[in-house]
C-alpha cells in the first residue's frame, strides 16, 4: 500500500485500474486526503484551480473530459475514479497551459491558456521538492519499524512547515494507530482550589497572583463522591482527584481524609481507575497512596527540566518532583507526567521534555495548551498556533510511540476547529468534561467525536476506561 500511495504521489497519472482500487479500497484516510491535498497543493500553485469532483453517472455530455482521459465505460463505478481523475486532469491541463480547470458535475469548463518558453513545462527546484517526502519525516518512519528517534532527528522536525505538516502529523497518526491503538477519556474534579504557597507562573491558583478564581479547602466525601457519580454515568472509568498546593511531605490529617475518601470510591465503583495529583511527595506519602488503591498519579515536569526555574516555579525544584516519580515507581503507581506548550519555551525545551518523559518511563503524557490568565506573570503571551500545536504533538508521539498522550487543558480554547487534527496526529486520550479552573467540552459532544475516529484508523478503535 506505501508503494501505491507513493506512486498517486510522484505519478497520479500512471496508476492502473487494480492500484487505483486498492487505494480507495484500503489506504488510510488520513493518507489519502493528505496525497489529495499535497497535489491540490502542487497543481493549483501552477495556474490550475481544482473546484469540486466529477461526478459521472449514466449521461455526459459531448465535452465530458472523463471519455477523453479514461476511454471507458460509464457504467464502471465513480468512487473508484474520482480522485485518479482530478490528477489526471489537473496534470494535464496544467501540461497544456490551461489556465484554469473547473469540474462540476459530469461537465469540464477549461481556461485561457497561458504560455510558456516554447510551450514546455517549466519546473523551479521548489516545485520538484513538493513531489517528494521531506526528508527528515521520511527519516522519522523508522519508528514504525520499531527503532527510536534521536533527539537531533526530533528537533529537526520542529522545521516542518507548510503541506509537510500534514505528512507529520499523518505518521503520527500511523504510530498511534500501531503501538498505541486505544482512547481513553478521563474527567477530573478540582477537590481543594486556590491559595496555593507556590508561585508557578502560569497558575490561576498560586497564592503569588491575582486572578479571582473561587478558592475552597478539600472538597467533603460526599461532593466528591456525587462528582465522581456523574462521570461514572456518563461512561467513564477514569477518575482525577486533584488538590492545590505544594504536596504532601507528611500524612496530615487532610491527607488521611483523602485516603478515605479513595476508599470510599474504589468501595462504590470497583472498575474505577483513581488518578490523583496532590503535588511533591515523601515516601510515607506515596507508600499510603499506593496501598489505598492510587492507580495513577499525575506530576507534571511542565518544560524542559533545564530550565524549571526559568519558566516555571522557584519555590520548589524540579528534582523534587523527579524524585516523587521515583518513589511512586517504586511502590507501584503508574506515571502521568507532561506538561505545557506556549509558556514562551523554545522547540528544542519542548524536544527535552519528551525526551525527559521518556527517561522517566512514565505511562502516559499529558499536554496542555497555555491559555494566558489574567492575573499571571504569562498573561500578555500569545496563544500558540494551532499548526506549532500540532507538530508538538506529532513529534512527543514519535518519541514516545506507545504511551498515551493526553490533551488536557487548551484543547478547545486552542485548537478549536482544529481538535480533530491532533486525535489524528498521535494524542489518544483526553479530559473530558472540564479542567481545575477552566470550562470544557460535554461529555455528550466528547462520545459522539471518539465514534467519529474510527474511519481513520486502519485498527478497530479500543476505548479503555470507557463503557
Not at 149 to 158: C, D, N, V
Not at 159 to 174: F, P, R, T, Y
Not at 186 to 214: D, L, P
Request: positive net charge; contains cysteine.
Amino acid at each position: 500500500m506505501n508503494e501505491i500511495l507513493s506512486k498517486a504521489r510522484l505519478a497520479p497519472g500512471k496508476l492502473n485500474r487494480a492500484e487505483l482500487r486498492m487505494l480507495l479500497e484500503t489506504a488510510n484516510p488520513v493518507e489519502l486526503y493528505q496525497a489529495a491535498y499535497e497535489l491540490k497543493c502542487r497543481y493549483s500553485g501552477k495556474k490550475v484551480s481544482l473546484r469540486g469532483l466529477i461526478e459521472h453517472g449514466n449521461h455526459c455530455a459531448k465535452d465530458c473530459f472523463y471519455c477523453g482521459i479514461r476511454k471507458s465505460n460509464h457504467a464502471v463505478n465513480r468512487y473508484f475514479l474520482q480522485i485518479d481523475d482530478v490528477v489526471r486532469m489537473a496534470r494535464w491541463a496544467y501540461e497544456q497551459h490551461y489556465g484554469s480547470v473547473v469540474l462540476h458535475g459530469a461537465f469540464v469548463r477549461l481556461g485561457k491558456k497561458s504560455t510558456g518558453t516554447n510551450g514546455a513545462t517549466r519546473r523551479t527546484s521548489s516545485e520538484r521538492k513538493q513531489m517528494i517526502l521531506n526528508k527528515h519525516i521520511e527519516k522519522a518512519y523508522q519508528v514504525l519499524n520499531g527503532e527510536t528517534l534521536k533527539e537531533a532527528e526530533a528537533l529537526a522536525l520542529t522545521e516542518v512547515s507548510g503541506c509537510d505538516i500534514l505528512d507529520l502529523v499523518s505518521l503520527a497518526n500511523k504510530v498511534r494507530d500501531k503501538f498505541a491503538p486505544a482512547i481513553t477519556p478521563c474527567s477530573i474534579v478540582n477537590a481543594k482550589s486556590g491559595v496555593c504557597s507556590q508561585n508557578c507562573r502560569f497558575c490561576a491558583q498560586s497564592s503569588y497572583h491575582h486572578t479571582g478564581i473561587e478558592t475552597y479547602g478539600l472538597l467533603k466525601e460526599s461532593a466528591i463522591l456525587e462528582s465522581a457519580q456523574k462521570i461514572y454515568d456518563q461512561g467513564i472509568r477514569t477518575y482525577g482527584i486533584v488538590t492545590s498546593g505544594c504536596g504532601y511531605s507528611e500524612a496530615t490529617a487532610e491527607f488521611r481524609n483523602l485516603l478515605k475518601i479513595m476508599d470510599a470510591l474504589k468501595a462504590k465503583f470497583p472498575d474505577l481507575k483513581i488518578c490523583v495529583s496532590l503535588g511533591i511527595l515523601s515516601e510515607e506519602t506515596a507508600r499510603l497512596l499506593a496501598e489505598h488503591g492510587a492507580w495513577r498519579y499525575n506530576m507534571n515536569l511542565q518544560t524542559n527540566p533545564e530550565r524549571y526555574a526559568e519558566l516555571i516555579a522557584d519555590t520548589h525544584t524540579i528534582e523534587e518532583k523527579i524524585s516523587t516519580i521515583k518513589q511512586l515507581q517504586k511502590y507501584g503507581v503508574s506515571i502521568c507526567c507532561g506538561g505545557i506548550l506556549g509558556l514562551g519555551e523554545s522547540w528544542l525545551d519542548r524536544v527535552k521534555m519528551a525526551f525527559a518523559c521518556k527517561e522517566l518511563g512514565v505511562n502516559g503524557i499529558p499536554l496542555n495548551v497555555l491559555l494566558p490568565i489574567k492575573g499571571t506573570p504569562l498573561e500578555k503571551l500569545p496563544v500558540m498556533e494551532p499548526a506549532d500545536v500540532a507538530k508538538a504533538f506529532a513529534i512527543f508521539r514519535l518519541v514516545n510511540p506507545d504511551k498515551m498522550i493526553k490533551f488536557a487543558a487548551g484543547r478547545e480554547t486552542t485548537m478549536k476547529d482544529f481538535q480533530g487534527l491532533l486525535m489524528l496526529g498521535g494524542m489518544n486520550s483526553m479530559i473530558t468534561g472540564g479542567y481545575l479552573t477552566t470550562r470544557g467540552r460535554s461529555m455528550e459532544d466528547d462520545a459522539v467525536f471518539l465514534k467519529q475516529l474510527s474511519c481513520f484508523t486502519d485498527t478497530q478503535i479500543k476505548k479503555e476506561n470507557v463503557r
